[in-house]
T-cell receptor, first 115, second 110 residues
Framework: DGGITQSPKYLFRKEGQNVTLSCEQN?????MYWYRQDPGQGLRLIYY???????QKGDIAEGYSVSREKKESFPLTVTSAQKNPTAFYLC??????????????FGNGTRLTVT | GQQVMQIPQYQHVQEGEDFTTYCNSS?????IQWYKQRPGGHPVFLIQ?????EVKKQKRLTFQFGEAKKNSSLHITATQTTDVGTYFC??????????FGQGTILTVHP
């Protein structure tokens, strides 16, 4: 079955450590996204990528980094510079068009807890 | 920057009652999308509206896009316990970016 795989489901880290969240898709989608979800704040865009080797900052990119070396993969690194890293992180993908926003397909998410 | 406000934040209904959530954008949208997230799950795409004044129905769900393309609503008729979850609207302006509202958490009491 086609889909998006995020791993792990739960992740625990100590403050000051960088941590990388995995996102893999086999939908052959060009575009991939990272969102952060906090209670009462909806989904906020961290980074997105339209094609391989290219990505753009979203609304809350500070303290995060990404790479897009392969079409299928879009890992997110939460660095020690991120002040409030504890959150639910959602990866998504979509068909890329220049004329409208294609519907997003989301992974199951990774719940990161930093203490 | 663009802001999308969604109200109410919470809605508690008895099974069989109707439910509506509203989405308002600070800027004109090219399209709006609605998603549902079940408790403990991930958002799942429901529908996309593109045209001014557009109305679409999916069984008991009715989606509307305002004439000015700055607001939208989702109405559920005769709620069921399976409708429980968080409903998000996502507004698109520049391509590649959706700005989501805060979501409405719906609980349905049997």
């Amino acid at each position: 079955d086609g889909g998006i795989t995020q791993s792990p489901k739960y992740l625990f880290r100590k403050e000051g450590q960088n941590v990388t969240l995995s996102c893999e898709q086999n939908l052959n989608h060009d575009a991939m996204y990272w969102y952060r979800q906090d209670p009462g704040q909806g989904l906020r865009l961290i980074y997105y990528s339209q094609i391989v080797n290219d990505f753009q900052k979203g609304d809350i990119a500070e303290g995060y980094s990404v790479s897009r070396e392969k079409k299928e993969s879009f890992p997110l690194t939460v660095t020690s510079a991120q002040k409030n890293p504890t959150a639910f992180y959602l990866c998504a993908s979509s068909i890329w068009t220049s004329s409208y926003n294609s519907p997003l397909h989301f992974g199951n998410g990774t719940r990161l807890t930093v203490t | 920057g663009q802001q999308v406000m969604q109200i109410p934040q919470y809605q508690h209904v008895q099974e069989g009652e109707d439910f509506t959530t509203y989405c308002n954008s600070s800027t004109t949208l090219s399209n709006i999308q609605w998603y549902k997230q079940r408790p403990g799950g991930h958002p799942v795409f429901l529908i996309q509206l593109v045209k001014s004044g557009e109305v679409k129905k999916q069984k008991r769900l009715t989606f509307q896009f305002g004439e000015a393309k700055k607001n939208s609503s989702l109405h559920i008729t005769a709620t069921q316990t399976t409708d429980v979850g968080t409903y998000f609207c996502g507004g698109g302006t520049s391509y590649g970016k959706l700005t989501f509202g805060q979501g409405t958490i719906l609980t349905v009491h049997p």
